[in-house]
């Protein structure tokens, strides 16, 4: 466990990177925020990855920099998308903890093993996006868990990852792509190529 002054220079250090490159924007009257949310995201985990805890978020800093309207993600230029790629419990647990609050910590072996397809989003081998395709063995297959990191959201990733999904399944021989969606989402799917139609779904553990 890291001291209060290892702390200390663990936050400084985010702080005066971010200071250098908004003096080096001022200086050279352009905008380089892609540039400073990309280095205090790099630092901030290379920061974690030690294992040193910062007494004040950057998140905060990275939320004010990446505005809506702004659509600004980090070396969006180096986004690949890739089909089946292997992916291990450690990576996928970590996209969906920061993607959705109330993840639960779970083993994907055994699902990916019977998965029909995968399509996997990537900057600089970090895994922003991820989408899988169950199947019946016919004719129908299931998209199931959509995810992409929040810091890449409103760029149209989550959109590929479907109409990518979409394309795999129809490679596969497959003739219908199911979906199930919160209705705030309709709009999304409905732009991704999905109609909307009657269906139900059933708990069947309430304590899982």
Request: charged share 25%; aromatic share 8%; proline share 5%.
């Amino acid at each position: 466990m890291p001291d209060s002054y290892t702390q200390f220079q663990a936050t400084a250090a985010w702080q005066v990177v971010d200071s250098a490159l908004r003096q080096l924007e001022e200086n050279r009257d352009v905008s380089i925020t892609t540039g400073r949310v990309y280095v205090i995201d790099h630092v901030c985990r290379r920061l974690s990855d030690a294992g040193l805890a910062l007494e004040a978020s950057p998140l905060g800093e990275l939320g004010h920099a990446v505005e809506p309207d702004n659509h600004i993600v980090p070396m969006l230029d180096r986004l690949e998308y890739r089909v089946d790629q292997r992916l291990d419990d450690e990576t996928l647990n970590a996209l969906f903890a920061r993607a959705w609050p109330n993840h639960r910590r779970r083993t994907f072996a055994s699902i990916l093993a019977r998965s029909l397809g995968t399509v996997s989003a990537f900057v600089e081998e970090r895994l922003i996006g991820f989408a899988n395709l169950a199947t019946d063995g016919g004719e129908h297959a299931f998209l199931l868990d959509p995810t992409v990191d929040p810091l890449y959201r409103g760029q149209g990733i989550g959109k590929a990852l479907v109409q990518r999904a979409a394309g795999v399944a129809r490679e596969r021989q497959c003739r219908w792509l199911h979906v199930d969606y919160e209705p705030q989402l309709e709009p999304f799917y409905r732009s991704a190529g999905f109609h909307p139609s009657a269906a139900g779904v059933m708990l069947l553990d309430p304590t899982a």
